[in-house]
């Protein structure tokens, strides 16, 4: 199975930047992936990493370090609208039966305030 | 701009009682899932499928069947309803398992089961 780990709540400053941490560790590393998460919502796609370094898409940004089974969401000037559940989710090839199966994090809830 | 689209968005059930969620997608994806997201918990995989007349099992598929018979069409049941499924139940569906294409996902069921 997996583990991934990302911390539950987290608190912001609008216009400021925040860093969002996932861990995992996982036997066949397929990819990882970040979702938006709105309450009551569907989760939207953020960010794809698959090999080590920094993707950049806006004011979002994901990086991955595979040797270290570490990957964060980089959040830059923050907006109200921000504030939402933030997953992690990571591809393994291993997962049983040759599939390649998301296995999603707890989520990171972060509140941007004034 | 439909996307994956589930139905009812809302239900109330009596233990014991059975039903069906509908998830439809019009991306002409191949691939398409079931997850329930629970406080505290990660979204996690209940069944999936690869393609049409497809079907497999997911991390928590016991007491809920699903059947693949068209290509857009992905439905889960519950045949004899418990208080533990109460849960909100997401359909996604991608176009492929590996690369970098992402899961798209319904706005939810939400489901409760008295």
């Given at each position: 199975?997996?583990?991934?780990?990302?911390?539950?709540?987290?608190?912001?400053?609008?216009?400021?930047?925040?860093?969002?941490?996932?861990?995992?560790?996982?036997?066949?590393?397929?990819g990882l992936f970040w979702y938006q998460q709105h309450a009551g919502e569907a989760p939207t796609f953020l960010s794809y990493n698959v090999l080590d370094g920094l993707e950049e898409k806006g004011r979002f940004s994901s990086f991955l370090s595979r040797s270290k089974?570490?990957?964060?969401?980089?959040?830059?000037?923050?907006?109200?609208?921000?504030?939402?559940?933030?997953?992690?989710?990571?591809?393994?090839?291993?997962?049983?039966?040759?599939?390649?199966?998301?296995?999603?994090?707890?989520?990171?809830?972060?509140?941007?305030?004034? | 701009n439909a996307g994956v689209t589930q139905t009812p968005k809302f239900r109330v059930l009596k233990t014991g009682q059975s039903m069906t969620l509908l998830c439809a997608q019009d991306m002409n994806h191949e691939y398409m899932y079931w997850y329930r997201q629970d406080p505290g918990m990660g979204l996690r995989l209940i069944h999936y499928s690869v393609g049409e007349g497809t079907t497999a099992k997911g991390e928590v598929p016991d007491g809920y069947n699903v059947s693949r018979l068209k290509k857009q069409n992905f439905l889960l049941g519950l045949e004899s309803a418990a208080p533990s499924q109460t849960s909100v139940y997401f359909c996604a569906s991608s176009y492929s398992f590996g690369g970098n294409q992402p899961q798209h996902f319904g706005d939810g069921t939400r489901l409760s089961i008295l």
């Open positions: 199975g997996q583990n991934i780990d990302q911390p539950t709540e987290m608190t912001a400053t609008e216009g400021a930047i925040v860093q969002i941490n996932c861990t995992y560790q996982t036997s066949g590393f397929n089974g570490y990957s964060y969401l980089l959040l830059k000037e923050l907006q109200m609208k921000d504030s939402a559940s933030y997953l992690c989710a990571v591809r393994d090839r291993n997962s049983g039966a040759g599939s390649y199966q998301l296995t999603f994090g707890k989520g990171t809830k972060l509140s941007v305030i004034p | -």
